[in-house]
């Protein structure tokens, strides 16, 4: 049996916080495209100016995760709650993030950390996509059992930590515990070694 496709009212309230993500941004200052003038569909090198610029790069997967986290805790708290409803909280909270992160006071938090040294917030064009994958990660876990789901966030989560020294979690560690805390420290200069 095939899950119903979202009703028109869930497509245009989507489209409407889409209209809102785009206009605080700009309000931010944070810019359409990349300052290279390129659109790519990968970024590779997390120290490259393009990183959190193009449509996608390394903290995709932590999007995917975003959106396997809030489907099974949406599934969790309000199961009733039909999906289409369920998709519209999602996207609001990932929306609400991304407006969180690109923020003045979070950009320069970032910017304390080693692999985020120049870091200048996400182009609106990046953010955009940010919650498009989030919401491939939303609907995948929404057709596939969680015993699939938990291992592939953690294969997600290992793989990035290895190519680029940062994920998901490091990256709510860093966000959330104080700069001079020891762990914190050694984080940074793990993350550090990166760039050689």
Same mark, same amino acid.
């Given at each position: 049996m095939t899950k119903p496709a979202l009703k028109p009212i869930v497509i245009a309230l989507s489209v409407a916080l889409i209209g809102i993500q785009i206009a605080v941004l700009h309000a931010f200052g944070q810019p359409f495209f990349a300052a290279s003038g390129r659109i790519l569909i990968w970024a590779n090198d997390p120290f490259s100016p393009d990183m959190s610029q193009q449509l996608a790069d390394w903290y995709s997967f932590s999007h995917i995760i975003h959106g396997f986290i809030f489907f099974g805790l949406l599934r969790l708290v309000a199961p009733r709650l039909p999906l289409g409803a369920r998709? #519209?909280?999602?996207?609001? +909270? *990932? +929306? %609400?993030? *991304?407006?969180?992160? @690109?923020?003045? !006071? +979070?950009?320069?938090?970032? /910017?304390?950390? !080693? #692999?985020?040294? %120049? &870091?200048? %917030?996400? =182009?609106?064009? @990046?953010?955009? =996509?940010?919650?498009?994958?989030?919401?491939?990660?939303?609907?995948?876990? =929404? /057709?596939? /059992?969680?015993? &699939?789901?938990?291992? #592939?966030?953690?294969?997600? *989560?290992?793989?990035?930590? =290895?190519? +680029? /020294?940062? @994920?998901l979690t490091l990256n709510v560690i860093n966000l959330i515990a104080p700069a001079q805390w020891a762990p914190i420290r050694a984080i940074h200069a793990w993350q550090a070694g990166a760039e050689h």
């Amino acid at each position: 049996m095939t899950k119903p496709a979202l009703k028109p009212i869930v497509i245009a309230l989507s489209v409407a916080l889409i209209g809102i993500q785009i206009a605080v941004l700009h309000a931010f200052g944070q810019p359409f495209f990349a300052a290279s003038g390129r659109i790519l569909i990968w970024a590779n090198d997390p120290f490259s100016p393009d990183m959190s610029q193009q449509l996608a790069d390394w903290y995709s997967f932590s999007h995917i995760i975003h959106g396997f986290i809030f489907f099974g805790l949406l599934r969790l708290v309000a199961p009733r709650l039909p999906l289409g409803a369920r998709f #519209l909280i999602a996207m609001s +909270i *990932e +929306i %609400g993030w *991304e407006v969180v992160e @690109n923020s003045p !006071a +979070i950009i320069r938090h970032y /910017r304390e950390q !080693a #692999l985020a040294a %120049g &870091y200048v %917030g996400d =182009s609106i064009l @990046n953010s955009l =996509s940010d919650t498009f994958i989030m919401l491939v990660g939303f609907f995948f876990a =929404s /057709r596939v /059992r969680a015993r &699939y789901v938990v291992p #592939l966030a953690l294969v997600f *989560e290992i793989f990035t930590a =290895s190519m +680029i /020294r940062d @994920n998901l979690t490091l990256n709510v560690i860093n966000l959330i515990a104080p700069a001079q805390w020891a762990p914190i420290r050694a984080i940074h200069a793990w993350q550090a070694g990166a760039e050689h």
